[in-house]
């Protein structure tokens, strides 16, 4: 149970982290 929950949060962060970068690279295509 612990490491499933520790493996959700890694996925949410790393999908976090993907929308971040996609939101920079949209920002720097618009500009």
């Given at each position: 149970?612990?490491?499933?929950?520790?493996?959700?949060?890694?996925?949410?962060?790393?999908?976090?982290?993907?929308v971040?970068?996609?939101?920079?690279?949209?920002?720097?295509?618009?500009?």
């Amino acid at each position: 149970m612990g490491r499933d929950q520790f493996q959700r949060q890694v996925m949410r962060k790393n999908l976090h982290i993907t929308v971040l970068c996609h939101e920079r690279e949209v920002s720097r295509a618009g500009q």
